[in-house]
């Protein structure tokens, strides 16, 4: 029994955020096939090309990892989780600005949100998608100071390494805040505060459900997967660390 499939090329681009995904070219074939597939060479011929083009893209080498980050590496914060909410924050803000004239104040994404391990070692363009292989773009939420505090609550209570960037926590040994500040001041309950998240998160992921007390939202169409290629490929070397930005004292 030979079954007809389409075979279906096309040639598409790795873009950032600047720049508009099109198909370039379509072509189309109907091959018949047999159950083994393994052995139609039409098949392989017509895949080769595209897989060859794939794999070269993928394994171009963006930057150096001085050493291996995981997500595992701390209670508060992460060395790989402050790369990439930091990455977001220093690529997004200026996206923002451009079409706001606001500035972000914070970055917010997911401890689970971070797929694998970074390895020391060559960072290429599969890094990027092992690290997020999932679709989620860089959304920006206008919330209320009073909201932020939901915000904190939420990270104290859920105990996990969340990403963040432009916010600080300092924890006393009863785990009540001695200190949330934002841009380095005191959090002001009546201000409002430009929050990047992703979509995911913005719709209740992780039950950040605190996301959703605004009904203002703006997406920047900006991945972020592609915020972390054009990241890796911005800076040759990556030596992220851990910090003060949320820490428990112990005295």
Do not use: W
């Amino acid at each position: 029994m030979y079954k007809c499939v389409q075979i279906i090329g096309f040639l598409s681009l790795f873009v950032s955020c600047n720049h508009s995904k099109k198909i370039v070219n379509t072509t189309g074939d109907n091959i018949s096939i047999s159950k083994d597939l393994s052995s139609n060479k039409a098949i392989e011929a017509v895949v080769e090309p595209y897989k060859t083009n794939l794999d070269k893209s993928m394994n171009e080498v963006l930057s150096y990892s001085v050493d291996t980050y995981s997500k595992r590496d701390g209670d508060y914060n992460t060395a790989i989780g402050n790369l990439m909410a930091d990455a977001v924050f220093e690529l997004s803000n200026p996206i923002f600005k451009n079409r706001t004239g606001n500035e972000l104040d914070i970055v917010l994404l997911n401890h689970g949100g971070i797929r694998s391990i970074l390895p020391k070692g060559d960072v290429t363009t599969k890094s990027a998608y092992s690290l997020m292989p999932f679709e989620n773009s860089v959304v920006v939420v206008p919330l209320k100071g009073s909201v932020i505090k939901e915000m904190t609550t939420y990270l104290k209570a859920f105990k996990k390494a969340h990403p963040i960037s432009g916010l600080e926590l300092v924890l006393n040994r009863d785990n009540s805040y001695q200190k949330i500040l934002i841009g380095g001041k005191p959090v002001d309950p009546e201000k409002t505060y430009y929050v990047a998240t992703n979509d995911y998160l913005y719709n209740g992921g992780d039950r950040m459900y605190f996301l959703k007390k605004s009904d203002t939202l703006y997406d920047l169409n900006y991945k972020i997967r592609n915020v972390l290629i054009d990241y890796f490929t911005k800076y040759d070397t990556l030596n992220p660390k851990k910090d003060q930005r949320f820490i428990k004292l112990t005295n």
